[in-house]
């Protein structure tokens, strides 16, 4: 990649230098706007994916007792999402644990 030196006539917050993408992440920038997702294979390992899977269902379970069971959830419309992961569990943090 190459760097740019980024105009000063828009606010970029510190940042001085932005790179060009390559036209394979082009094309994952365009899938994600269409579709709102991207799958990138073999960017985490079945391992880190079975123990982050086992703490969604974990936290999950945790957070419906707290707002009082599925059927409030889901009279909210709120079924199947977990709020704020990192206030439950650090290892959401998954940068931490690619290394």
Known sequence: MTAHPISDSIPTYGVREKASA???SRSVERKFRRDGYVVLPNV???ALLRDVSALID???DLQMREAGGLD???SANDS???RCPLAYDERFWLSRRMT
């Open 22 to 24: 390559t036209l394979r």
């Open 44 to 46: 985490f390992s079945e």
């Open 58 to 60: 974990q936290v999950y």
């Open 72 to 74: 409030l959830l889901e």
């Open 80 to 82: 199947d999402i977990i």
